[in-house]
């Protein structure tokens, strides 16, 4: 999928292996913004998690590209053991100097086009419960959230089969 918009507008295009270490580094940075004391320590391979999810077939991971750098990335696919008409949107970043200024809206319209086409009826997110930024971000997007459950994640929902 690439956009054919305007260039001001930034081109939508799927990840592509060689992405990985940009997205990595893109995530890494966005997240750094909302731990109020920083990144828990961790093991864990964020870049080969991307790799798999860029090269997982039954994914979607979707990047926004401005003059020819990487700015925002989203990644989903149906949750295991979930219904087949619904789509988790497990990871959602825009780099943070392009916060507000619209390409967030823009990645997130791109992706309800495309859960839509692929016949899918709602959308569920997982979103940390400190960053209250992005739970106002998804809000304005028109998810909804799920009762608290009073952990580190609020769930939210979005009914892609009204408009």
């Known amino acids: 999928m690439t956009?054919?918009?305007p260039t001001d507008t930034?081109?939508?295009?799927?990840?592509?292996p060689a992405d990985v270490e940009t997205i990595t580094d893109l995530h890494f940075r966005a997240r750094s913004t909302y731990y109020p004391d920083g990144l828990p320590p961790s093991d864990f391979d964020w870049g080969a998690a991307w790799l798999a999810s860029v090269e997982r077939p039954d994914?979607?991971?979707?990047?926004?590209?401005?003059?020819?750098?990487?700015?925002?990335?989203?990644?989903?696919r149906t949750p295991e053991g979930g219904?087949?008409?619904?789509?988790?949107?497990?990871?959602?970043?825009?780099?943070?100097?392009?916060?507000r200024s619209g390409l967030?809206?823009?990645?997130?319209t791109a992706c309800v086009e495309r859960w839509r086409a692929d016949a899918r009826r709602a959308a569920v997110l997982d979103?940390?419960?400190?960053?209250?930024?992005?739970?106002?971000f998804y809000v304005?997007?028109?998810?909804?959230?799920?009762?608290?459950?009073?952990g580190h994640h609020l769930g939210m929902r979005l009914d892609l089969a009204g408009e």
């Open 59 to 76: 994914g979607l991971v979707l990047c926004a590209v401005e003059e020819g750098r990487l700015v925002a990335v989203a990644s989903s």
């Open 140 to 150: 304005r997007q028109g998810w909804v959230a799920d009762p608290a459950d009073g």
């Open 127 to 136: 979103v940390h419960a400190d960053n209250e930024r992005a739970q106002a």
């Open 3 to 5: 956009s054919a918009r």
């Open 104 to 108: 967030g809206t823009v990645l997130h």
């Open 83 to 99: 219904p087949a008409d619904t789509v988790k949107l497990f990871q959602f970043h825009v780099d943070p100097d392009r916060w």
């Open 10 to 16: 930034p081109m939508i295009r799927p990840a592509r």
